[in-house]
């Protein structure tokens, strides 16, 4: 599939120029792992493993965040995304909430 979107972290993009500013956007998920997850989260942070299961879990979070984002700026007519940034937070016990945000811009060689 070809990528209609351009997305990036920098605020411009080389060979490109801004044609017009749509506004700020964002894309958000939030997850929570199961009981077993938690248990073996617990049991890593005890251990002093990686704890791969809550890493899993921002990284589904991550990439679903990043697809409302797409989706938002689509909506907006956007070819474009710049100055991409991520946060992440727990919210609550054991939810993860992550929000992608940017400028969406139409932007032409």
């Known amino acids: 599939m070809v990528e209609d979107l351009i997305l990036a972290t920098m605020p411009m993009i080389p060979k490109y120029e801004v044609e017009e500013v749509l506004g700020v956007i964002y894309g958000s998920s939030t997850r929570t792992r199961e009981a077993g997850g938690r248990l073996i989260s617990g049991i890593q942070a005890i251990?002093?493993?990686?704890?791969?299961?809550?890493?899993?879990?921002?990284?589904k979070a991550r990439k679903e965040a990043l697809e409302d984002l797409k989706n938002e700026a689509r909506k907006l007519g956007a070819n474009g995304v710049l100055s991409i940034d991520f946060e992440t937070a727990e919210i609550l016990e054991?939810?993860?909430?992550?929000?992608?945000?940017?400028?969406?811009?139409?932007?032409?060689?």
Do not use: P, S
């Open 47 to 59: 251990t002093g493993g990686k704890g791969t299961a809550y890493a899993e879990e921002i990284e």
């Open 94 to 109: 054991g939810f993860i909430l992550v929000t992608a945000y940017g400028t969406a811009v139409k932007l032409k060689k």
